[in-house]
T-cell receptor
């Protein structure tokens, strides 16, 4: 079956602009996660959705970052007033079952964001 | 807070050599443990995972890992590497409660020379 998909694969923007990154999880997966991976680092957690609600957004670095998942499937990560430090690969992952369980997250290919 | 340490940043091996990549974590509660691999130009893929039971887990492509609770370690091993194992390897951990989000190490880049 289809895996997690993310669009666009690459996004180049100018400092101060607004960007949206999209994630389409595996069909039927209720849990969705966003991570950010900077060069030379492992992925870092940003936000977790269970269904339509953001169950944990403790990893979002500041209020310029926001994510939605209005119908419990596709999610959009939104970054306002982008800064050069936001440049990274943004990864999305989904899993079948709710939190607090033994579960496996499946990752998408990521969106490479470059802020000039 | 949880953290994961991968002490080997870059490992270079010849084909047929044995591999062991170190992973240590810090967390006081019950955890799940994972190794993910990222081949050049590809996305993160699950290599193997430990939830409970036998602490020696076997994954795809001949990889295995051993959970040693007393050492907070989950080292990855392969008896004989191939050129196609060239990739970045990430150890990750999550807690059994809460958001279940993964905490990753910084990764180990493995280069296998034919």
């Amino acid at each position: 079956g289809a895996g997690v998909s993310q669009t666009p694969s690459n996004k180049v923007t100018e400092k101060g602009k607004y960007v949206e990154l999209r994630c389409d999880p595996i069909s039927g997966h209720t849990a969705l996660y966003w991570y950010r991976q900077s060069l030379g680092q492992g992925p870092e957690f940003l936000i977790y959705f269970q269904g339509t609600g953001a169950a944990d957004d403790s990893g979002l670095p500041n209020d310029r970052f926001f994510a939605v998942r209005p119908e419990g499937s596709v999610s959009t990560l939104k970054i306002q007033r982008t800064e050069r430090g936001d440049s990274a690969v943004y990864l999305c992952a989904s899993s079948l079952r709710p939190s607090g369980d033994t579960d496996t997250q499946y990752f998408g290919p990521g969106t490479r964001l470059t802020v000039l | 807070a949880q953290s994961v340490s991968q002490h080997n940043h870059h490992v270079i091996l010849s084909e047929a050599a044995s591999l062991e990549l170190g992973c240590n974590y810090s967390y006081g509660g019950t955890v799940n443990l994972f190794w993910y691999v990222q081949y050049p130009g590809q996305h993160l893929q699950l290599l193997l995972k430990y939830f409970s039971g036998d602490p020696l887990v076997k994954g795809i492509k001949g990889f295995e890992a051993e959970f040693i609770k007393s050492k907070f370690s989950f080292n990855l091993r392969k008896p004989s590497v191939q050129w196609s194992d060239t990739a970045e390897y990430f150890c990750a951990v999550n807690a059994r409660t809460g958001a279940n989000n993964l905490f990753f190490g910084t990764g180990t880049r493995l280069t296998v020379i034919p």
